[in-house]
């Protein structure tokens, strides 16, 4: 199946709403690596084991999908020789546990649903494995009974926590230290217990200090009389973690051991749960099983578009007594959304999707789809869009043979209307020659003309409201659309005498050919004289012809050069390169100070503030003179 269409069509937002209701990055993966299938069998299986997920999901059960979220990435963790933790072994002990209630359900539902039984008759029981984890750890720790040295080791901690914690609270309760105390508290800094004591009294308590607080006021002692039981305690942790950190490992490896089995009953349960995520979709679009066929036949009852809010449903049938469809009528009428809905519906039934439809549907599995798509309304019908199209058609006239489906929109539009008219009837010949159904929109009268006549193509048109003058979205085989051009002139508010005139053109031909008097609206320009280019005056606005540019002209130079003030600067330019646009006459009063016009807003700013007398002016003027003398020394 050639990828152009599944964007073309929208067949990518399927797959991602198919993944939302997938758990596992295995499933997701391979709902986003699935192919439409071609093969009528496969996708007549796949429809059923949608159809039978649905059962169970109707009835009311669910599959024990459990420890799914993370269980790719805790597998590369084993794969890689990598230790799990407690809590991580909980969950693929939950995941392996999962494997015997799937098959549990599925045991039981095993005369409603043969298909997904047969998938769940393979899993392994790996309830060694799980029981052991489940001995072992308990509440994300490993248990101290996992092993008699844990249990020692755990039971000469609590000996020496105890120790340590009845010494502190004897030295925290004797009276010559309760003053030194900052807080009665006992504290683990740096994994050694210790009392909190006020800084000035750090040099007055026999201890060890560990450390301080961030202001410096506290200081973090370690009484001598619980160093030793510290060092023991420290000791003994380190002999923990050695001990749980082997009871881990055995239990990964108990996992590892097994991979083999497990990968397979991963690929087991990502298939049951990508069709479950096909099943829990069809069911929130109330997708129904359509027939399936192999003969090229496309009968579409009542069909919807899933993606469409409200959508008009959709009937047509071809292959049945034509091979070819040209579909006509307005733009804003819905054609280009039949050719959508045509091939996303395919698409999502050759993936095992049921799709919202009427008793009767029955769908064809292509071997391949093609389309060619591009929304042409706008004015912007250029040669690069048509010669585009035409290399898509290129290719896809190489590749068309019999059981595929060529979706064609506005075939023949962004050229000359007579040659693409004719071209888009060749095309679509080669085609139907090949053995391949053919859908089309057009507004072209000769295509339309064409299908008419021809006897295995078939015409459709979209309804239009005749009364109201507003597309129905609805196609109506067997008839000729219209483009209600003039509809849609009037919509985009289009001058009512422009409308008259062409309805009197449609319906005569005749057009007003008769050359129309305009009189000048300027008084032409006097003649320049040879030894004088040019006729300026200063503040009148010009534009400089090579760059068209806009300034305002300042004086000349000589016969041929000028200082123009453009964009803040003041430019030297040829005479013979300006323009006039406006005089200083017509934009500025009479007496008005043109010299304002090339001074900076920050310097008639500046002059005003010292007229008015600024001070902060007149200290900046002072500053300026004081800057002048010391360059002049």
């Avoid at 997904?116 to 392994?124: E, G, H, Q, R, V």
């Avoid at 800094?189 to 202001?215: C, F, L, N, W």
């Avoid at 000791?235 to 881990?248: D, F, H, P, R």
């Avoid at 062409?502 to 320009?525: G, V």
Wanted: proline share 3%; charged share 30%.
């Amino acid at each position: 199946m050639n990828n152009k269409i599944y964007q073309a069509v929208q067949f990518d937002t399927i797959k991602n709403e198919l993944k939302k209701y997938a758990f596992s990055n295995f499933a997701k993966k391979a709902i986003e690596k699935r192919e439409p299938s071609s093969s009528l069998p496969t996708v007549q299986r796949w429809l059923d084991e949608t159809e039978e997920a649905i059962t169970i999901l109707a009835s009311g059960q669910h599959v024990p999908f459990m420890g799914l979220t993370r269980v790719e990435q805790l597998t590369n963790q084993i794969n890689k020789g990598m230790v799990l933790e407690p809590g991580e072994l909980i969950e693929y002990a939950d995941f392996l546990r999962s494997f015997r209630l799937i098959a549990k359900l599925f045991e039981k539902n095993k005369y409603q649903t043969p298909i997904l039984y047969s998938y769940t008759n393979d899993l392994t029981d790996f309830s060694q494995v799980d029981a052991t984890v489940y001995e072992f750890i308990q509440g994300n720790r490993v248990k101290s009974e996992s092993s008699k040295a844990l249990k020692q080791i755990r039971n000469q901690i609590a000996k020496l926590e105890k120790e340590i914690d009845q010494r502190l609270r004897k030295f925290m309760a004797n009276s010559q230290n309760q003053a030194k105390l900052q807080d009665r508290l006992i504290l683990i800094k740096d994994d050694r217990y210790t009392v909190p004591i006020k800084a000035e009294y750090k040099q007055k308590i026999g201890g060890t200090i560990v450390d301080q607080s961030s202001k410096g006021t506290t200081v973090f002692v370690e009484p001598e009389t619980v160093r030793k039981y510290n060092d023991q305690l420290i000791m003994e942790k380190a002999a923990e973690v050695g001990e749980v950190y082997q009871i881990l490992a055995y239990l990964t490896g108990l996992i590892g051991e097994r991979m083999s089995e497990i990968t397979y009953c991963i690929d087991v349960v990502t298939e049951l749960e990508v069709i479950f995520a096909r099943a829990k979709y069809s069911r929130a679009i109330d997708g129904k099983k359509p027939k399936i066929n192999k003969e090229e036949r496309i009968i579409f009852n009542q069909v919807k578009h899933p993606l469409l809010n409200s959508p008009v449903p959709l009937t047509l049938n071809l292959g049945i007594d034509n091979r070819a469809l040209i579909i006509t009528g307005a733009n804003a009428g819905g054609k280009t959304i039949v050719l959508k809905s045509v091939a996303l519906v395919s698409l999502m039934t050759m993936t095992g999707i049921l799709v919202a439809s009427g008793e009767g549907t029955d769908i064809a599995v292509f071997d391949d789809i093609f389309i060619d798509i591009g929304d042409q309304q706008s004015l912007e019908n250029s040669l690069s869009t048509f010669s585009g199209h035409m290399q898509n058609l290129s290719e896809i006239i190489k590749k068309v043979k019999r059981h595929t489906l060529v979706l064609l929109d506005e075939i023949g539009s962004g050229t000359d209307p007579n040659e693409g008219a004719a071209l888009a009837i060749a095309l679509m010949e080669e085609m139907y020659r090949k053995g391949s159904l053919v859908i089309a929109t057009t507004h072209f009268g000769e295509i339309k003309e064409f299908a008419v006549k021809h006897e295995d193509f078939t015409t459709a048109g979209m309804a239009f409201d005749a009364e109201t003058l507003t597309p129905k979205y609805k196609l109506l085989l067997g008839e000729t659309g219209e483009s209600h051009a003039f509809w849609i002139a009037d919509k985009m508010k289009i001058n009512e005498r422009v409308l008259a005139n062409a309805a009197e053109y449609l319906e005569n031909r005749s057009y007003d050919l008769l050359k129309q008097n305009f009189q000048p609206t300027t008084q032409p320009q006097q003649a320049v004289t040879a030894t004088k280019v040019y006729d300026f005056s200063k503040g009148d606005r010009i534009r400089v012809n090579d760059t068209g540019k806009i300034g305002l002209f300042y004086e000349p130079i000589d016969d041929y050069q000028a200082n123009v003030y453009l964009e803040k600067e003041m430019l030297e330019v040829p005479l013979r390169r300006l323009t006039l646009v406006s005089t200083a006459e017509e934009l500025y009063p009479m007496g008005y100070d043109l010299d304002t016009l090339f001074e900076d807003f920050a310097d008639r700013k500046y002059k005003k503030d010292l007229a008015r007398g600024s001070k902060k002016a007149h200290k900046k003027l002072n500053k300026e003179m004081k800057q002048r003398r010391e360059l002049a020394e």
